[in-house]
T-cell receptor, first 114, second 112 residues
Framework: DAGVIQSPRHEVTEMGQEVTLRCKPI?????LFWYRQTMMRGLELLIY????????DSGMPEDRFSAKMPNASFSTLKIQPSEPRDSAVYFC????????????FGPGTRLTVL | GESVGLHLPTLSVQEGDNSIINCAYS??????FIWYKQESGKGPQFIID?????DKRQGQRVTVLLNKTVKHLSLQIAATQPGDSAVYFC???????????FGAGTTVTVRA
């Protein structure tokens, strides 16, 4: 298995632009998580899905952020409009319901908003 | 509020020595704990996990200890190697929840 796949790996954009981050979870995993990592705040959970349905989006910072999971193999995190304070590394992770809750992380997308 | 936190932000270790990384948690309802390793430019990678009905679990060169009385978790790395240099995170999961709450992370640097 290729693991969790994220694209793009790096994104540089200007303030006010729309940014879309993409994630392909591990096949067979029914949970998908979006995290944001910064030096100041560490690793923060933004939202997670179970069977393509959003379960908890309490970590989404504001209405500028939205996430979708149209099918079991694809999810997007969109920021519109983007702001410099959104600059961070965004990780996607997936897991499978079982005795443990180990989450498998993707390589992340480093977002820089100028 | 309730959170998972780390005692020390950095740890410098001589190659070949054992490393101990500590973590405190405050939610007594937590029943699953996991350690992740994050190397520069990569996503967190699973190291080892432990359930609350256990006190100790061993893996390859790593041991996790859980003290539920004082809500303390530790990760021991035996014979630390240069490849062990990374940021280590503890995370906890509350019963019935599939979210993981992560600590701040400890940066481990291995000296040659």
């Amino acid at each position: 298995d290729a693991g969790v796949i994220q694209s793009p790996r790096h994104e540089v954009t200007e303030m006010g632009q729309e940014v879309t981050l993409r994630c392909k979870p591990i096949s067979g995993h029914d949970y998908l998580f979006w995290y944001r990592q910064t030096m100041m705040r560490g690793l923060e959970l933004l939202i997670y899905f179970n069977n393509n349905v959003p379960i908890d989006d309490s970590g989404m910072p504001e209405d500028r952020f939205s996430a979708k999971m149209p099918n079991a193999s694809f999810s997007t995190l969109k920021i519109q409009p983007s702001e410099p304070r959104d600059s961070a590394v965004y990780f996607c992770a997936s897991s499978q319901r079982g005795w443990n809750n180990e989450q498998f992380f993707g390589p992340g997308t480093r977002l820089t908003v100028l | 509020g309730e959170s998972v936190g780390l005692h020390l932000p950095t740890l410098s270790v001589q190659e070949g020595d054992n490393s101990i990384i500590n973590c405190a948690y405050s939610n007594s309802a937590s029943d699953y704990f996991i350690w992740y390793k994050q190397e520069s430019g990569k996503g967190p990678q699973f190291i080892i996990d432990i359930r609350s009905n256990m006190d100790k679990r061993q893996g390859q060169r790593v041991t996790v200890l859980l003290n539920k009385t004082v809500k303390h978790l530790s990760l021991q790395i035996a014979a630390t190697q240069p490849g062990d240099s990374a940021v280590y995170f503890c995370a906890e999961n509350r019963k019935g929840d599939y979210k993981l709450s992560f600590g701040a992370g400890t940066t481990v640097t291995v000296r040659a």
